[in-house]
């Protein structure tokens, strides 16, 4: 059974920092591109970063150089760094793999294979 597990969302101030991680199981993790989107409410959901199997990375322009999505294939795990954060960043984050999807932020929910449930991330002024 394939599984998205998010965590490490929460609350913080503006300015403040936070790192979520993503653990896939039930899949070959190496062999699908990882995509983070957030969807903040009332809002469509949007896509924030991306990498690849080769480890090249995109980011949506409202994040670039505050935020940092890398991976460890050895532990099935994909992270977002997130520094500098702002109450606009204020969402549910969710982790998405797909098997040929990759470096596309303007995919849609049914473009991606696999789909966690999210971590709430809350920043306050």
């Known amino acids: 059974q394939v599984q998205l597990v998010e965590s490490g969302g929460g609350s913080v101030q503006a300015g403040g920092s936070l790192r979520l991680s993503c653990v896939g199981s039930?899949?070959?993790?190496?062999?699908?591109?990882m995509t983070w989107f957030r969807q903040a409410p009332g809002k469509e959901r949007e896509g924030v970063a991306a990498?690849?199997?080769?480890?090249?990375?995109k980011y949506a322009d409202s994040v670039k150089g505050r935020f940092t999505i890398s991976q460890d294939n050895t532990k099935n795990t994909l992270y977002l760094q997130m520094n500098s954060l702002k109450p606009e960043d204020t969402a549910m984050y969710y982790c998405a793999a797909d098997f040929r999807v990759c470096l596309d932020l303007e995919v849609g929910v049914d473009g991606m294979d696999y789909w966690g449930k999210g971590t709430l991330v809350t920043i306050s002024s």
């Open positions: 039930g899949y070959t993790y190496s062999y699908y591109c």
């Open positions: 990498i690849d199997t080769d480890g090249r990375t």
